[in-house]
């Protein structure tokens, strides 16, 4: 039973939108207890295809590369609403929605793709128990840090980053929201070894998204033709996305992310970190790294 402590005041701006509430010691964007307990008691279906990332791994990517093989690569479907509204967030009651996004997929028909951010031990049971598909897309820490950095500036729903050093401080002792970039990754590593876990990188797909595709529709049992996958790679593509008001949150309101202070689609590549860490950081993230991924099997790029 996972422990609801209290509100995390201390994360909170005087613009921050989202109530943070910390379950077993991890901070989250959940509303209230009650709806800690609804997330709990989430009755997952069979053929439901759960999507788990700690934030910025690639979410928005891999969300928009199921739609278009979901559509068969028919873009103007994808096209139909923005990614916040064409897949529930599990956790996440967004401020200009009227529902928390679990009502919308207690409405929604099957088969239903559900975009999740919390870490293994803390996802609803019946997931398991229905042995539902999960994809998780994990990316480096080092670029994850620095994109959830700016995405802490330019979306007001979350805590005021400060400044780099602080943000890198809070990521590393594992006081940002989700929790710690270590054990999300290692939890998931692990849930894999007993479950429909797909575990894919942000590196890999980066580097050659045609394969990775491929494992996608293999996990998923599903055939396309090579003329729809490479559509796929095309629309899915960071330069495409970047320009698709569908998939680039331009169509949200600026009081919830404004652009001007960075844009959500920012730079799509790994090795970003080198233009923020100093040499100090990357010496002392690299120590702290060999400690907390010790005994683990899990390898990451962090370049191409
Ligand atoms: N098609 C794509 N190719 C590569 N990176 C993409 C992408 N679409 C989004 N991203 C990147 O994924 C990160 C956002 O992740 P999420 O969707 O999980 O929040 C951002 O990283 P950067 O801030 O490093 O540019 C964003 O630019
Ligand atoms: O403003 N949003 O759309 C938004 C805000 C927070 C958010 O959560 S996060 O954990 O992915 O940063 C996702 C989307």
Redesign the pocket.
Known sequence: MAKVEKNFSTMERSSTLFNILEVDGIPLPVLSKEMWNKISNFQARPDDLFLV?Y??????????ILDMIKNDGDVEKCKRVNTLERYPFLEVKFPHKEKPDLEIALEMSSPRLIKTHLPSHLIPPSIWKENCKIIY?A?NAK?CL??FY??HRMASLLPDPQNFEEFYEKFMSGKVLFGSWFDHVKGWWAAKDTHQILYLF?ED??KDPKREIEKILKFLEKDISEEILNKIIYH???D???QNPM?NYTTLPTSIMDHSI????????PG?WKNYFTVAQNEEFDKDYQKKMTGSTLTFRTEI
């Open positions: 990332t934030p910025k791994s690639g979410t928005t990517w891999m969300q928009e897309v990316r670029d620095v994109s700016h995405f942000y797909i980066k899915t593509s960071f495409v996305m970047k998939t960075s844009p959500f689609m920012r730079k799509g590549m970003d």
